[in-house]
Structure formats: C-alpha cells, structure tokens
C-alpha cells in the first residue's frame, strides 16, 4: 500500500495577498504587508502589524454570507482560505474532514462586546462560536462538511503545522481519504496585549536574526491544503502539488513562553520530519524557519539548526517580516508559502536582515530561478509544542515505486487503560501539594491545579514518570485566567495587564506544564471542541493513530475544562442549560498491549 | 525608604501570589532572582507591571530589569528616584 500524502490544493489570505498569485508577487517583489492597524481598533498605534487588507464587512461579501449570521474573523479568513484550496483540489468538501488550528477562535469578535455579554442578550449569540472548535464548525458548515468530520487542534503558534500533521496521521491509519487541514487567526485586542505584556513587540518592522531584533510583529490570516491519499489521487485523477514527505511533533519541555537554549524540542521535531521523509539533513533545499524575531527564539532555534544541518546548512528565512506573526496560521501560511517557492522556483527573502547575530543561522537574501526538492518548515509555540514539515516535489516519488509499508490501518490494536481519574465539580479536589511545592503552584489557577493533580496521580497509579505522548483536549481552554485578562481589558483599557494571565491563557497551557513536570519531549498536542465526549474522543484516536504506526507505546490523555460563574450565566441566558461551576479534569493512561 | 520597602515586600507577595509568605520573610538585601526568593523571568515581567501601575515608570526594555529588581533595596531606591506618582 502507498503510504504518499499528496497535496493537491492550497489556499492562502494573509496581510501579503488575499490568495495565491498576489502572495508569490509580494514574496517576489520583498513587499511586507506589516504596517499600521486599520481593522483593530487599538490604543497601541506604536505597535506595527500584518493585516490582512479586507474588513469583516468586505469578507462577509466576498463570501456571501447571509445577513444577520453571526461570524467571527477568523472563521471568515479561514472560509476564504479553503474556498481556494477545494476550488484547486477539486474534491467535494461533503466527502473530506477538516482539521483547524486556532487559539484566537471568536475572541475577535468576543472582545468587543465582551462586558454586554456578561449585562444582557443582545450580543450573547456571539458564545456560542466564541470556543475555538465551535469556529471550526462555523466553516465546516459553510462548506456543508458533517459535523463529525471536524477537529480543532490548539498548540498556539504551532497549531496549524499540528493540524496537517493530524490530518495525514487519519490518512496513513485509514480513517480519511480527504482531510482540509490548516489554521486560521485574526488579531484580537486579547493577543496583541497579551504579548506586549510579554515585552517580546517590536516597534519597528521584525528582524529575525538580525543582531539588531526586539521582537515580533503581529499578522493575521489563514491557509489551508487539501491533504489526500495516493489512492484518492490516483481514483479520481487529482493533480498533486507536493508531498507531505515527513513531519514531527515535540515537545521542548522547557518553559512556558520560553524555548530552550539548544532548542532541544526543535532539534527533535526536525529530525523526526526528516527521518520520516527518509532524507538526510543534506537533501533539505530550503528551511522556512519559524523565525518570530524574538531574542529567544531566533538564538534557540539557529543552535537547534546547527545541531540538525552542521555544515550542510541549507539557504534558512524566515517570511514573518512580510506577514508578521500569524500565530496559530503561522503554521499553514508558511506551508502554503513554500509550496508557491516550490513551484516558482525562488527561496523568500529573510526581509530586512542586516546584521549577524553572534551564534546565530546567516539566512538567505533571496534567490529566484533555483530547484527545491525538498523544503522543511518550522513551527515553534508556547508550551514547548514544536513542529517540523518537509514537504516534497510531487514528481520525485509519484514514479516511484510502491515502498511495501505494512498497513497501518488495518488489524486490532489492542489496548489498555492503566489508570484513570475523573474530578468534576461535585468530587473532591486533587491535591496538588502532593507533587508541587507552593512557590511552583503560586501560578496555577485551579483548572491548572486539578488537571496536574489528575494526570500526575494518574501516572503514578500506572508506575509511569515519563509518557510517549501526551494528548489532551479542552472545550473553553483556561478560562479563568483568560476572564480576568479580558475582563481588566475591557474595563480598564490596554494597559497594566498581567503577562501571568495571558501566558496561561492559550488552550495548551497545561500539556506544556505536563510536559515540563514528566520531562516529556515526545508528541505533545492538545484538541478543543465544545463536547467533552467528542474531544476525549478525538484524544484517544490520535493515541491509537500514533500506536498503529509505531511512533509510540503509550500516552497521557487528558480533558480539562471549566465553567466559571459567568460562564454559567451565559449559557443559562443562552441555551437554558444549568451546568455546573467548577472544574472538571480527566486523565487516563492508556499502554498499547 | 523603609515604609516603600515594606510596600514593595507587600506589593510583591500579592502580585505574585507568594502564598504563605509575609514581609518578615523577605529579607532587604536578599536576592529576589535565582537563590534567593526563587523568581523568574515571568515575575520580572509582573514587576514591571507593579512599577508602571503603582508607581507610573515605565520599563520599555525588560532586561533594565536585571539590576532594578536585584533585591528589595535596589527596587525601592529605583522607585524613590523615578516615581511619578
């Protein structure tokens, strides 16, 4: 059986181009689309960003939505982004699933009516897509995809390059032919604050790897790609742009916001990708780093370089200087714009490098008319979730021969629940002080608490301190934390905010500090969806995908979720439902047998 | 100075919720980073916040921070000099 993912459409909306041809012309003329806020309405003009050049109102046209059908940014830049993949690929959107990335969700649109919400009725619609797997719905519907082919992966900046790596991983196990698979993020006054809290913006346009670099700018947008079997393509003669040759999640294990020094969960997820795709560091033509233009990042991520590459270091750049930091697109985009260098023929200017920084990658200048075989692309977020993509020249394997890979996909994987434990908000809370101390718990709020309370005894229980994978899913993420930061927002302007709350605010904020605690490097990934049932769901797949191919034994899998007071009102006023405050957490340790 | 020392000490605990620590345990001179109190670098950033909200000076690059927030009697000095309100 031919185990290729081919891909074989592509769709992009970022701040350079609102699709393929205006992408590639601004790549190729070196025009950045980072520049002052004209969508947002922010107090920090100082702060430069890329935004994509069309307004709600203009999307909503241009899509055709009907009047009075409440949509957030980033479902609109996510619809557009798709409608352009399946008009290339060809394929029926009824029969493909579709894998999202995103962490901003409908926060855009929450933010803005936020304290209105929490009073009275008129703008409370906005709930129900303001989670961000209920985004993934909103363009799910507009396609007419089922409901049950949808999965939202939140990794922060990594969260797209996760979603095409869980779209292949349903491909190569037999549970999809067809899978859309990509992110989409619109800027919202939540992020743009929270990372200036973080003190890691630039005011002026980003200079990754430049000795000069302040920090990163903020863009928006989304890109998807129609990810399909070799059996699809070959059945109903589809046109394949590349391969998705290899890929690799891992986990840094380091630090909340922070990447390591060697940038081990770097090095790691690029070796995965490269020995998946079965090529040496030599064979790679171009890397599109992950390159935000942090201090951090960029010295981590050229030590994780030159540990992979040594001396066959191949031309690296990074575009974020044309489309700023699309966080949980980033991923995507970035796919999308290697696969528009692959086809053309250039390698994207590292824009505006000027200065080497000491210990750090040269990158490239820019180069047309150049062969690229392979190209990897870097992914790198908060909790430590870094991800790596090679993607391959189309041609180089369709006439090869079939590699005889015992299938995956079929036979009985037999498994077994070594320990389990469920808190909700009627049982007893965990006991953290068990396996923290209090000056490592001074920053967790109490989903935090439990959810680290359940996992950690539920390795215990299973005599387990270090997991394969650790797979977890959440349906509102950290609300707590992110309530307060939202709430002071709206009540007391953008200023004075607390870079505790908004670190800890992203959806994958407690797989990361698992990861930290259990010094855990390996896959490391974390799903929302609204239903607690359907997101445990999608955790236990995604174990057995990973078990049928051998990558791992076993796996920490997890929901965490809460329902703070005024959540609870909400959904009351909402949907009439009386669910209860508190914090629910599940852990189970799952062992292949 | 020894009143803002004991505000700081009380600013500090609250902001970053030093549970089960009162002034009397954080000593002038003692080093708030690494040994010392065990902070990091997610805590210089709510310094940072502290200063600015409650004192009106702003930091625009963190690593000023270093020296500023070397233990109490650096902080407080700092403060004395640069408050504006």
Known sequence: MDNTIFITGAGIISAIGNNKAETKQSLLAK????????????????????????????LREMLGMPEGKACNRTALLGIEAIRQALEQSGIAPEEAFLVSGTTVGGMDATERH???????????????????????KLMAEYFGIPNGHTATVSTACSSAANALIVGANMIKTGKAEKVIAGGSESLSLFHLNGFNTLMVLDTERCRPFDATRKGLNLGEGASFVVLESAASVMRRGGKPLAILSGYGNRCDA????????????????????????????????????????????????????????????????????????????????ETTICLLAMQEGFIPANLGWQNQMPDGITPAAGRTGIRLKHIMCNSFGFGGNDSSLVISQAGSHIDAPDIPEPSCAEGVLRTKVLSRNRLTPDSPKGDIRKYMTPLETRRLCDLQKSAMAASLSALQEARMENPDAIIVGTSYGMLENSEKFLLQMCKEGEQGLSPTLFMQSTHNTIAGSLAIRTHCHGY?????????????????????????????????????????????????????????????????????? | MEELEKQLKQQIIEVLNLEDMSPEDIEG?????????????IDALELIVLLEKHYGIKLSDPSEGKAIFKSIHTMAGYVAAHRTK
């Open chain 1, 114 to 136: 936020f304290l209105e919400m929490l009073e009275d009725d008129r703008h409370l619609a906005l709930l129900a897509s303001h989670d961000s797997g209920s985004t993934t």
């Open chain 1, 524 to 593: 490391n990934i974390t799903y929302t969806d609204p239903d607690e049932e359907r997101v445990l769901a999608l955790c236990r797949q995604d174990a057995e995908m990973l078990m049928r191919q051998g990558k791992i034994r076993n796996a920490l899998v997890g929901y965490y979720n809460e329902v703070t007071p005024a959540l609870h009102d909400m959904i009351l006023r909402l949907y009439g439902k009386d669910v209860p405050v508190g914090v629910t957490a599940v852990a189970e340790v799952i062992e292949k047998q």
């Open chain 2, 29 to 41: 001179d003692a080093p708030l980073f690494g040994d010392g109190l065990g902070l990091d670098s």
């Open chain 1, 254 to 333: 380091f630090h909340q916001t922070a990447s390591s020094p060697d940038g081990e969960g770097a090095y790691l997820a690029m070796k995965e990708a490269l020995d998946m795709a079965g090529l040496s560091p030599g064979q790679i033509d171009y890397v599109n780093a992950h390159g935000t233009g942090t201090l951090n990042n960029d010295s981590s991520e050229s030590a994780a370089l030159k540990r992979i590459f040594g001396q066959d270091m191949p031309p690296v750049s990074s575009t974020k200087p044309f489309t700023g930091h699309t966080t949980s697109a980033s991923g995507s985009i």
């Open chain 1, 31 to 58: 025009e950045s689309g980072i520049g002052e806020l004209h969508h947002l309405q922010s107090a920090h003009r100082e702060l430069p960003c890329g935004e994509v050049k069309m307004s709600n109102e203009e």
